[in-house]
């Protein structure tokens, strides 16, 4: 079984529209969350942080569901600009090295 | 802009070649790493260096040698690659390289990469 697990897409959905992606992980151990944007051909960027108790930023909301080990990503109101690839990343464990596990990531296509 | 640069942007090399990437932050970070990203797969790391010095190496064939002089600048020396070596090599820092605390600042920032071809 893959460490973090994502459906590839491709997404397509129109400017506006509400879309979700859902990312699961292997390790139940494991302590930070993270969602990545990268544009084609660019390096990844921090999206968010994502937090147990779930955490909103703009049109943004990430969710975390410890129990069943997966992670959420909810975009509103979807824009041209937000197609990109997103990557669901995952830190194994707390108090061990930095070590970014990443997903092969979601690919979303807004179109007009 | 990141504050982590990566030259050259694009390498191409034959197998016998011996080449080096070079990554640079401009952040004052105490740990970086290189990552590989290959077509359609996740990112996969592959050195972590913590204060100039290597603590993690993630199963990597010798043939890639990271070398760290200092907290600034990271190292990819590569001698004898394969074909399938060919990919995106992302360099990235952070802050430090242990998780200190539960939610704490564990962003990592990524240069642009340089993607290699090896023919």
């Known amino acids: 079984r893959k460490e973090v697990e994502q459906d590839p897409g491709p997404f397509n959905v129109p400017e506006g529209a509400t879309v979700a992606f859902n990312c699961t992980y292997s390790n139940s151990a494991s302590q930070s969350f993270f969602w990545y944007r990268q544009d084609c051909r660019k390096e990844p960027k921090l999206l968010m942080s994502?937090?147990?108790s779930g955490n909103e930023d703009g049109r943004f909301t990430a969710q975390l569901n410890r129990a069943s080990q997966y992670i959420s990503l909810l975009i509103r109101d979807s824009k041209l600009s937000d197609s990109a690839t997103y990557l669901c990343v995952v830190n194994p464990i707390s108090g061990g090295y930095n070590k970014l596990i990443f997903g092969a990531g979601t690919r979303l296509a807004v179109h007009p | 802009e990141t504050g982590v640069t990566q030259t050259p942007r694009h390498l191409v090399m034959g197998m016998t070649n011996k080449k080096s990437l070079k990554c640079e932050q401009h952040l004052g970070h105490n740990a970086m790493y290189w990552y590989k990203q290959s077509a359609k797969k996740p990112l996969e790391l592959m050195f972590v260096?913590?204060?100039?010095?290597?603590?993690e190496n993630n199963s990597v064939p010798s043939r890639f040698s990271p070398e760290c002089p200092n907290s600034s600048h990271l190292f990819l020396h590569l001698h004898t690659l394969q074909p399938e070596d060919s990919a995106l090599y992302l360099c990235?820092?952070?802050?430090?390289?242990?998780?200190?605390?539960?939610?704490?600042?564990?962003?990592?920032?990524f240069g642009p990469g340089t993607r290699l071809t090896v023919l």
């Open positions: 994502v937090y147990s």
């Open positions: 260096y913590s204060l100039e010095e290597r603590v």
């Open positions: 990235a820092s952070s802050q430090d390289s242990l998780i200190k605390t539960l939610g704490g600042n564990n962003e990592q920032f």
